[in-house]
């Protein structure tokens, strides 16, 4: 897909490159639910919120994908409103208590290692969500930044940090064993 | 990616993989979506400022109400994509149900037989037009080579925009582009025209661009309007400078018009800009009017379809905006200190206010390279939201909606006509909300969308206008061709419509919505039932057994005759007024019930209007045209004779865990009048 740059002027500010033509929603949707949803839910540590963010999301997506369909990286878009979406409610609704990542797994699914979970909950959410940007969803450091709405730096630092301290925790799980 | 970045996606992919995530169904989501964006719509227009959501932390979205001008309000940067220039993109930007039931006095019409026949093609076989899409609200131009800007053909997920040519609109083959997308074409011959925003190689920065082909478009030449929109990219208080253009070429010349879209970068005169969820400004001639976010005190919880808290905009002149949902009782609104700013005390350049205040600039050429801009009428402050051309005759017709600077300004549409592209004069059609526009056999026809809320009951009017002399207009309703055949609650959302000399056709899909039915969707719980009329956004309260009706209450506030005691965190709190039971119905059973009703009515299904004289209409099924159940409905388009339908294959439902989605086949329907 040529990407242009036609509504890069737009009024939120942000240098949006945008493809000629929208994906079909359609796709997108069953595309994006398992991995976007699941990148909410580990973000915020509530599968059920990140249900109703996602949907949500989308939702809000669908309103206007005649421009969010056109983005580079629409996933980031719905990523983004659902976290803004998720935390007001968190905000603002008394909710059960988060549900630590450990415990966020169903009996019928197999855990994946509970250390990850125990790492994960101890960063905080804005590092959380570069952390899953980057290394769940895949996202460069500038797309990233445009779901985030962070400076790319703020990525880089974000992440720096967010590795180190899952490193420290996560390096004995090294094939090789801790260094 | 290093070692522990390889193996740190390796964990938590398995992380993810542990975390079951529901499936809604995705008819569930477009069927909300585009009752979001009706009512976000309808909102918009009625001044309910609610599409303000405290969800959103970041940008600006300009929007527009009818009681003051463009407002600027803090909101996600998701709605600050859609907002400022959603009505300048393709016509599926713009499909908002319309819906039968919404518009309760509106009589039906009886359709007439299709005068088409038609023909489906495989873009497999032949280089035809596009393949799933074309692109903006002019589809075919030309009489004769005709060009369109579409898709690549043949089947796949390859889109790239394409430009074609013909000489008998049956069979097109590509020719070069610009060097970028134009927003409009326009041809006379073999000369072809394009105008759009292209990149000066600086990031985020663009300029417009007019480009000539003196041969078919096989090679282009480029020259940028002298629109000095460096100079308004240099005020410190611009955030960005966009612009919106359209062209037609006649038998004189070529007429040009471009709006100016300005976003400013408040900082300095908005509180807590740009986080402020509420909080912005609106443009007025005076000056700019600051929207202060205000403060709240313990308030209920006023979630509805997602916007939470209280919609209140407070305004420079004062309290807040009108038309504004009453805050909740028991909710505390601090006003704040309003602080209305004239243009003196902004500190913005005289450049960038004129630009603010401009609607549009017509210009006109005679060779198609050297634009010269012309005087237009005055018709008030503002810049455009959509800004069209079209032949009329052997004239000219331009016309654009301002989103508004004053109350008596906003949403107004405008249309000028021009006998020889030099000397305009200015008509106001009586309908707002234009959205595309054609010459239909000596007629001046107009696709319009608008907005009322009568009642309280958010209604979509979908019409076509025509008119041969712009002084007087006949139209027809498009939801008055919904059947009560087609089924509970059937709403016609428009796709995409086209103009030619063999009438006007309109691309739309059909969705059942039982829930907005006069029954609406019922709960019952402790022997109460909450009937939900979502059509008039009302809830009744009945005797579970009898049927009686206890009482009846809107979204937010309590009715007369009591029965309605709040909004909580769970739900509705209700009270049987004849033993003070108080009763919650909480979100959950409330949309499980809806999700029910709709479910079987997932998907939509395609339809296809045509009228040859504007009046009398047909409609057919694509499915029935095309033989095999279609997907999403993408764009119809005139060339001379004929309505070219581009569509595609449904789709299976696939698990994505086993496998790939397959390429949806694009389908090509070409309906020729009969003799």
């Known amino acids: 897909v040529n990407a242009v740059a036609a509504w890069a002027d737009e009024p939120s500010g942000e240098v949006a490159i945008v493809r000629a033509v929208p994906v079909i929603f359609a796709d997108f949707y069953r595309q994006s639910r398992p991995q976007v949803a699941r990148a909410v839910a580990i973000t915020i540590g509530d599968?059920?919120?990140?249900?109703?963010?996602?949907?949500?999301?989308?939702?809000?997506?669908?309103?206007?994908?005649?421009?969010?369909?056109?983005?580079?990286?629409?996933g980031g878009w719905v990523y983004r409103v659902a976290l803004n979406?998720?935390?007001?409610?968190?905000?603002?609704?008394?909710?059960?208590?988060?549900?630590?990542?450990?415990?966020?797994?169903?009996?019928?699914?197999?855990?994946?290692?509970p250390t990850i979970a125990r790492a994960l909950d101890e960063l905080s959410v804005d590092h959380r969500a570069v952390v899953v940007c980057r290394y769940l969803l895949g996202w460069s450091e500038e797309q990233t930044a445009a779901a985030l709405g962070i400076r790319p730096g703020t990525v880089k630092s974000r992440a720096s940090r967010a590795t180190k301290q899952l490193q420290s925790r996560l390096d004995h799980l090294r094939p090789e064993g801790p260094r | 990616m290093n070692y522990f970045?390889?193996?740190?996606?390796?964990?938590?992919?398995?992380?993810?993989?542990?975390?079951?995530?529901?499936?809604?169904?995705?008819?569930?989501?477009?069927?909300?979506?585009?009752?979001?964006?009706?009512?976000?719509?309808?909102?918009?227009t009625s001044s309910s400022l609610v599409a303000a959501s405290v969800t959103a932390v970041g940008a600006a979205a300009v929007v527009q109400r009818n009681d003051s001008s463009t407002i600027v309000v803090g909101e996600s940067d998701a709605d600050a994509i859609s907002q400022q220039t959603a009505i300048a993109e393709s016509p599926t930007s713009e499909?908002?149900?319309?819906?039968?039931?919404?518009?309760?006095?509106?009589?039906?019409?009886?359709?007439?037989?299709?005068?088409?026949?038609?023909?489906?093609?495989?873009?497999?076989?032949?280089?035809?037009?596009?393949?799933?899409?074309?692109?903006?609200?002019?589809?075919?131009?030309?009489?004769?080579?005709?060009?369109?800007?579409?898709?690549?053909?043949?089947?796949?997920?390859?889109?790239?925009?394409?430009?074609?040519?013909?000489?008998?609109?049956a069979s097109w083959q590509r020719v070069t582009m610009p060097s970028y997308l134009p927003q409009s074409i326009a041809a006379r011959g073999d000369q072809l025209y394009a105008v759009g925003t292209a990149p000066t190689g600086k990031a985020s920065v663009f300029e417009t661009a007019i480009s000539s082909s003196l041969d078919g478009g096989s090679t282009w030449s480029q020259a940028v309007l002298p629109l000095n929109l460096d100079e308004l990219r240099s005020d410190p208080m611009v955030d960005s400078v966009g612009?919106?253009?359209?062209?037609?070429?006649?038998?004189?010349?070529?007429?040009?018009?471009?709006?100016?879209?300005?976003?400013?970068?408040?900082?300095?005169?908005?509180?807590?800009?740009?986080?402020?969820?509420?909080?912005?400004?609106?443009v007025t001639g005076a000056g700019l009017e600051i929207l202060i976010n205000p403060v709240y005190g313990d308030c209920p919880e006023t979630q509805d379809e997602g916007y939470v808290g209280p919609p209140t905009f407070i305004t420079s002149t004062g309290g807040s905006s009108s038309g504004a949902p009453a805050s909740p009782s028991g909710c505390v609104v601090d006003p704040g200190e309003p602080t209305g700013v004239p243009w003196s005390n902004t500190g913005i350049s005289a450049a960038v206010i004129e630009a603010l205040l401009r609607p549009v600039q017509i210009w006109y050429s005679t060779d198609g390279r050297s634009f010269a801009e012309v005087a237009a009428p005055d018709t008030g402050v503002g810049p455009s939201g959509t800004v069209l051309t079209t032949n009329f005759g052997d004239g000219y017709v331009v016309a654009y909606e301002r989103y508004g600077q004053l109350a008596a300004d906003a949403g107004v549409t405008t249309v000028l006509a021009s006998a020889d592209g030099l000397n305009w004069t200015l008509t106001t059609p009586p309908f707002a909300g234009i959205r595309s526009m054609?010459?239909?056999?000596?007629?001046?026809?107009?696709?319009?969308?608008?907005?009322?809320?009568?009642?309280?009951?958010?209604?979509?009017?979908?019409?076509?206008?025509?008119?041969?002399?712009?002084?007087?207009?006949?139209?027809?309703?498009?939801?008055?061709?919904?059947?009560?055949?087609?089924?509970?609650?059937?709403?016609?959302?428009?796709?995409?419509?086209?103009?030619?000399?063999?009438?006007?056709?309109?691309?739309?899909?059909?969705?059942?919505?039982?829930?907005?039915?006069?029954?609406?969707?019922?709960?019952?719980?402790?022997?109460?039932?909450?009937?939900?009329?979502?059509?008039g956004m009302i809830n009744r309260l009945l005797d579970a057994e009898s049927g009686e009706i206890l009482s009846e209450f809107d979204m937010m506030k309590p009715s007369d005759g009591g029965g309605f005691v709040g909004r909580s965190d769970l739900g509705f709190v209700v009270e049987d007024p004849r033993n003070g039971n108080k009763v919650t119905f909480t979100w959950e059973e409330q949309s499980a019930a809806t999700l029910k009703a709709i479910e079987p009515f997932e998907n939509a299904r395609a339809i296809v209007l045509h009228s040859s004289n504007g009046t009398d209409w047909s409609r057919e099924w694509v499915d029935e045209i095309a033989g095999v159940d279609i997907g999403p409905a993408h764009h119809v388009a005139m060339d001379g004779t004929r309505v070219v339908i581009a569509v595609a294959e449904q789709q299976p439902v696939v698990d994505l865990a086993v496998g790939e989605l397959p390429i949806p086949k694009p389908i090509l329907l070409i309906g020729t009048p009969k003799e």
């Not at chain 2, 970068?265 to 800009?273: E, G, I, Q």
């Open chain 2, 5 to 44: 970045g390889d193996f740190l996606s390796d964990q938590l992919a398995g992380h993810a993989r542990s975390l079951a995530v529901q499936d809604t169904p995705v008819g569930v989501i477009t069927r909300q979506g585009a009752r979001r964006r009706q009512r976000r719509r309808a909102l918009i």
């Open chain 2, 243 to 282: 612009t919106q253009s359209s062209i037609v070429a006649g038998e004189s010349g070529l007429v040009l018009v471009t709006t100016t879209n300005i976003t400013l970068d408040p900082a300095d005169l908005v509180p807590n800009w740009p986080n402020s969820f509420f909080g912005g400004y609106a």
């Open chain 2, 95 to 169: 499909s908002i149900g319309s819906s039968a039931d919404a518009n309760l006095e509106e009589p039906p019409l009886t359709p007439v037989a299709s005068n088409l026949t038609w023909n489906r093609l495989d873009p497999d076989s032949t280089e035809s037009l596009g393949s799933t899409a074309m692109f903006g609200p002019q589809g075919i131009v030309g009489n004769g080579p005709f060009y369109a800007l579409s898709t690549s053909p043949g089947r796949g997920q390859e889109t790239t925009p394409t430009l074609y040519r013909s000489t008998d609109a």
């Open chain 2, 438 to 535: 054609g010459e239909v056999n000596g007629q001046l026809s107009v696709f319009a969308q608008s907005f009322t809320a009568p009642g309280g009951i958010y209604q979509n009017n979908t019409s076509v206008w025509q008119t041969s002399n712009l002084t007087d207009w006949s139209s027809v309703s498009l939801p008055s061709l919904i059947s009560a055949n087609d089924g509970p609650g059937a709403i016609l959302e428009p796709v995409s419509i086209g103009f030619g000399p063999s009438g006007v056709a309109v691309l739309g899909q059909i969705y059942l919505d039982p829930t907005r039915t006069p029954d609406g969707v019922r709960v019952t719980k402790d022997g109460l039932t909450l009937q939900m009329l979502n059509a």
């Open chain 1, 47 to 74: 599968t059920q919120l990140a249900d109703e963010a996602f949907d949500e999301a989308m939702t809000r997506a669908y309103a206007r994908w005649a421009k969010v369909g056109r983005l580079d990286n629409p």
């Open chain 1, 85 to 113: 979406w998720s935390r007001s409610v968190l905000r603002r609704v008394r909710r059960p208590q988060r549900v630590p990542h450990a415990a966020l797994a169903t009996p019928e699914h197999v855990a994946a290692e």
